[in-house]
């Protein structure tokens, strides 16, 4: 069927009009099509000038937001492209008069209203939090800081660096069912699984410590509490109010809440002069974070093999009261410790003191001493890594994904027990994902803050110094992941543990085809990019999500999981919510994901053995002959597509066999003397 052409002023293009436009006159018509053209020009010509003229934009802008009214008068003009350019700046409408003309009217508008409903007009008055009483400076010596929500591991060593710094800092007990049921007593209704969990063992602990004999009015002056906080939408932004809800109900009302936004990174601060979040105690931090996340990371991945039951957990603990005694000792370093006199003198006190520390920190003689410690403690643990175990990723909230505990039904030690080896999540991930959404997000905001009404001149001015201070910025985000990465992977290679952080650039790349990198709440894109990440590479036979029951960011995550899912026929994806009850019902859904996982690990270390082509028994003489390869930390590559540790380990043994001409050559003779005799 041939097609006929339409031309603009036909009779077919007339009646096409008619036929959308309706009963609107050939005039109206004809109008309406010149504004539309007009704004098509206007604003083909604003991307244009603000790709190669930025300075220039504001003047065509304002112009695109006035044209309507304009248009009539420059109907004389022939071309839109002439009337573009025929407005004068001088001629352009106040816009400050015009904000006050409708803020006037909105006034008006608001009496008339109140005025027909009978309510009598009253001035706005905003909430504002009640007045806190501030933690001192001059109350350290007497005041202990409460923390908690992490692991025992981590706790420790925050533990130890605020002893470092000179505070008295105590790490609540581990949150467990009888602190949830607290927490629900006491909190809102809806509230975060997390929230009900780490409220109700700080409630635990004060009424703990109201029983011992101390009055309440004691615990409020002696005691409080820090804690992380945020913004965006997620429930974690309401757990500030939940805190002092849940203490005022409780009857401790007046108990100091401190709390530093996890946005604001180096920035952070606590509002209290009694708790100054300073170099020492920053650096402190990421030394107790990559420590205790390689700890954590080491205990998961030798437990499932060791010989002796029970050594690996308690090596740990030896492993960890060592590198916090190396953190409680450290202290800062002042002019001049940590550099030659020269140096100070050349560069300046207060210069070179935050790099000396840095260094000193990274590089110093304390944290040394800590690898070592970590390292003898954790050297006379035998495995043995010829058992096929599925090797289960772990992602999901963050809370949920991490703990230890009753707060997602302690399902690391079920899965240890059905014999899994769990891969579980460092915090120092997530420290990652956070350095990487500032890094995307400083040129994301390009433009926003830059001076609307000023001259040309001086609008690129500001253009220049708002692009120096972005670029010095993300270097600045740059250099602390490098820093920090580097940082584990030293603790990593220590005590040879094989994964390393992931890169938080390829997660969003992979992620961003089902999940935008700057869609905020909780774990953001992380759990579609691990499901994908660790699909698409072999690295893991099953990806378990944790998170609390009814969690927003992370149930928009399974909901897009469905479309991954699609694409990616072999992922095996177990999403489990956590609560303060369902335990069995969790348990019994994750054996029944295991049994595919188990098959996997299975013909996975079937196929690796095969392509040895030397049978297991020979593989294990030679690993008895060379003891080494039975210590924990001895450190086995991880090769791409192989996410078993035993099948990791016949392919590493069968290639130091390959190269180990003494073995080799000790095996022909015995071959020999065998066939002689």
Known sequence: MRTTPVYP??????????????SLSESCISRLKNAVLEAGVAFAWAAYAHLRYEPFLHSYSSFTQDFGSRRCENEEHSTPGEA?????????????TREADIE???EAARHRLHARAGVPVEPIAHYRREAERPFLASERDRVTILFGGLTVKHERLIQAVFDSCGYRALALPQADLASCQIGKQYCNNGVCNPAYFTIGALLRYLQ???ASGLSRETIVDRYVFFTAGSCGPCRFGMYEAEYRLALRNAGFDGFRVLLFQQEHGVKADTGAPGLKLSLHLGLGAVNAFTFADALQAFGYETRPYELSPGLTDRRLARAIEAVAQALAGRRELVPPDGAPRWMYRLIGDKRLKPYANAYDHLYGPATKGALGACRAALDDIDVDRFRVKPVIKITGEFWAQSTEGDGNFRMFEFLEREGAHVLVEPIGGWVMYLLQYQRVRIFARRGLTLPKDASRLARLAARLREERGLWLRRLAVEVGEYLYRRQYDGVRDAIGVAHPLLDQ???ARIADPFYRELARGGEGHLEVGKSIYYTTRNAAHMVLSLKPF???PSTQSDGVQSAVLARFKDLTFLPIETGSEGELTAHSRVQMALVEARLRAQAEFQRALASTGRPLDELRRYVDEHPELHRATYHVPHRRGVAGVAANFVLHVHDRMRRDRRWRRARVDTMAVGQGA
């Open 9 to 22: 002023g036909s009779d077919l293009d007339s009646r096409r009009d008619r036929r959308i436009y309706g």
């Open 84 to 96: 573009l350019f025929m407005i004068p700046d001088s001629e352009r409408p106040d816009t400050s």
């Open 104 to 106: 006037r009217l909105r």
């Open 208 to 210: 703990q410590l109201e």
């Open 505 to 507: 650039r390829e997660l």
């Open 550 to 552: 009814g969690c927003m």
